[in-house]
């Protein structure tokens, strides 16, 4: 088991140089390992696929327990695959149309709480906000944010005037959002580094314990 | 000063990796022990696992990270893992990618291992389920016929941790670990359609879009990128639930190290833009 692990964190540690290996140029040490990536990915998430939804939402139902009804779903299923065969292509429209209904109207609802009623409820002052300073100014910086933004994105006016200034306003509350947006993707390509090279110096040449 | 800047501005790129290289390097041979201050978000999710009372109703965490996205959301699972199996708070642990089923399987063994927690009673692990806001949807009705059985093949309704867990209403937190949309959707379908108690762990990437669902309380916590994992760490050390010092704390050092590099290449950067973009219009005058 022991010698296993060892042999399994050596072939890791060889396929991360390889990858690490394009930031001096491309070469087939990368190719191959982003193709063996690709390769055993695909292949992965197909057995998973199988094993924890084909068998137990299909298989076992229908020849174990005998519940004929799963049959339905599986054939409208079945049917993503006509697109391969020409004359019957348009059969494809009857499963699609079934999964842009069904989530359509399963995203609608819960969807519209959560990204603009909650959000807009957030934005709005409320009595209890002004009974601490802290929570107020805050409250008035978002507030502000939001019509300065909204605003910035309102082309029906030629940005002039109050208008230019509650635009500029918002350009700027823009600009700090995309910052801590970069911020935060630095962040994780960093995090991302240390990691592998954490396993490379730990797992690999046991350098840190 | 200024030709040696603008030339500065022209380097190879591979110089900049290899800096960049040793700069984490050099942190992670010989630590710097910088302090790690607590943000209010990821001490409210500590605070909230913190208040389960043991043996009780199970939390939730849906792993939802693979490789690529390994270093950040990984310690997150251990960091809480370690939380909740010290108190004997139960744990149900899904997974909504594919890629994460081994990963989300070995954090909870290498955790119950370590507090000698037991399958079936203290942890269960129901694996891969595509599907993703169909499968929130679902454990909204019955978890137990979203998961028929567990990653294992045992049928759910054997499992005695699970007798009494019907959907949401039974478990007292919902933490997805991921590094995509997904944190999103479970707030949208677990938490506004069926008011789960949500806490997300994401990567740094995806954390800015969610600190103004923090602000409308649609999140309850916060663990953001490898710094919120190291910031968990670094709670369930000082509440003396574990005295192991987690991969993010000790990534840290590397982390602030680095950032330091990055700031100083992009105000160079910067500099020497300028300097050969006025060299370029006095070129062009005289």
């Avoid at chain 1, 390509?189 to 592998?196: E, M, V």
């Avoid at chain 2, 270093?71 to 010290?86: D, G, K, N, S, T």
């Avoid at chain 2, 759910?156 to 919902?174: F, K, R």
């Avoid at chain 2, 916590?221 to 000082?238: M, N, T």
């Amino acid at each position: 088991m022991i010698l296993m692990d060892t042999v399994w964190t050596w072939i890791a540690a060889l396929l991360t140089l390889a990858i690490f290996s394009f930031l001096y140029k491309d070469n087939p040490f990368y190719k191959f390992a982003e193709h063996l990536f690709v390769g055993v990915s695909a292949a992965y998430t197909l057995v998973l696929a199988y094993y924890n939804s084909f068998v137990p939402n299909l298989i076992l139902p229908v020849f174990r327990e005998h519940n004929y009804w799963f049959i339905i779903p599986g054939l409208l299923g079945l049917l993503f695959f006509a697109r391969f065969i020409p004359r019957l292509g348009f059969l494809i429209l009857f499963p699609i149309s079934f999964t842009i209904g069904g989530y359509a109207g399963l995203s609608i609802g819960p969807g519209l709480q959560a990204r603009l009623l909650k959000q807009l409820q957030g934005s709005m002052l409320h009595p209890a906000d002004f009974t601490d300073p802290w929570t107020l100014i805050n409250k008035i910086i978002v507030l502000i944010g939001i019509l300065g933004t909204m605003l910035y994105f309102y082309f029906s006016k030629e940005h002039k005037g109050v208008l230019k200034l509650a635009t500029g306003i918002g350009i700027w509350f823009i600009m700090v959002g995309f910052g801590a947006a970069f911020g935060y993707t630095v962040m994780a390509r960093a995090s991302l580094l240390i990691g592998r090279i954490q396993f490379l110096l730990t797992d690999w040449l046991h350098l840190i314990r | 000063m200024n030709d040696w800047l603008v030339r500065l501005a022209k380097i190879d790129r591979r110089y900049i990796f290899l800096i960049v290289a040793v700069s984490v390097i050099l942190p992670l041979l010989f630590p710097l022990h910088y302090p790690i201050r607590v943000t209010r978000h990821t001490r409210a999710v500590f605070d909230i696992v913190d208040q389960i009372p043991p043996d009780s109703n199970p939390i939730l965490i849906s792993f939802e990270y693979g490789p690529s996205t390994m270093p950040e959301c990984h310690p997150m699972a251990y960091a809480i893992l370690r939380h909740a199996f010290a108190r004997r708070v139960r744990v149900i642990g899904i997974t909504l990618s594919a890629d994460a089923t081994g990963l989300g399987e070995k954090a909870l063994q290498d955790v119950a291992l370590e507090f000698g927690r037991e399958y079936g009673k203290d942890y269960v692990f129901l694996g891969y389920k595509p599907g993703v806001s169909a499968v929130m949807l679902s454990i909204g009705e019955d978890i137990k016929t979203t998961f028929p059985q567990d990653f294992y093949g045992q049928s759910t309704s054997e499992i005695p941790m699970l007798a009494d867990v019907h959907n949401y209403g039974q478990i007292p937190l919902v933490i997805p670990l991921t590094g995509s949309a997904t944190a999103t959707f479970w707030l949208i379908y677990a938490g506004a359609r069926y008011h789960a108690r949500v806490a997300d762990g994401v990567t740094a990437v995806m954390a800015s879009e969610l600190y103004s669902y923090l602000q409308t309380k649609q999140l309850s916590g916060l663990l953001a990128g490898l710094k919120g994992a190291a910031e968990y760490e670094h709670l369930v050390r000082q509440a003396g639930y574990t005295q192991r010092e987690g991969r993010a704390s000790r990534g840290m050092d590397a982390l602030s190290t680095m950032h330091l590099v990055i700031i100083a290449f992009i105000v160079l950067g910067n500099i020497g833009f300028f300097l050969s973009r006025r060299a370029a219009k006095e070129g062009v005058q005289s």
